[in-house]
């Protein structure tokens, strides 16, 4: 089974990804860490890098270079991706949304490196800013709004649920809708 998850910044898009890949036995790949990793290599922040992309497309490039042979590699895995469900068309597509001030909170709460803010409500506003950035770069170029929610099997508002109730949600998705 491969599920790519997707959804808003700070929604517990990668905690549900290394929750279900533990759960199943299988790898789990973080698109935003590989983005994190490169950006660190070119002396960047991760915003720093989002800035940078939008008329540089090498970190896009790379990251979807690298989940596109995923598939060839392994036939199980779980990937946190903005995009995984359009490269990796195969898999069970989880989308994940969360308002922006509880995903402030959380990632304020995460204290996440080259992510920083002083308030939830500072952080609300790079969220939403950050959101409507990479939906206007990924529309330029590929064409796709990773937003529109028809490109999913299964949306979960994590908003006010934790990890673990979010996990049985999907998992209980899973269990009706995969064989």
């Given at each position: 089974?491969?599920?790519t ?70 036939e ?8 995984g ?29 080259g ?26 170029l ?38």
């Amino acid at each position: 089974m491969i599920i790519t998850i997707s959804g808003d910044p700070g929604s517990g898009k990668s905690t549900l990804g290394r929750m279900l890949a533990a759960e199943f036995g299988i790898p789990f790949f973080s698109m935003g860490d590989v983005r994190r990793e490169f950006a660190a290599d070119q002396g960047m922040t991760i915003t720093e890098l989002n800035e940078r992309a939008k008329t540089d497309a090498t970190s896009d490039e790379l990251v979807d270079n690298f989940q596109s042979t995923l598939p060839e590699k392994h036939e199980s895995f779980v990937i946190d991706s903005r995009l995984g469900f359009h490269f990796i068309p195969q898999s069970v597509k989880i989308f994940v949304h969360c308002e922006p001030n509880e995903a402030a909170r959380r990632i304020l709460e995460q204290n996440r490196e080259g992510e920083s803010f002083s308030t939830v409500e500072e952080g609300a506003q790079s969220i939403v800013e950050r959101r409507a950035m990479d939906t206007e770069r990924y529309l330029q170029l590929y064409h796709i709004d990773p937003t529109d929610e028809a490109h999913y099997d299964f949306v979960i508002d994590s908003t006010n649920i934790t990890p673990m109730e979010k996990m049985d949600k999907v998992l209980a998705f899973l269990k009706d809708n995969t064989p």
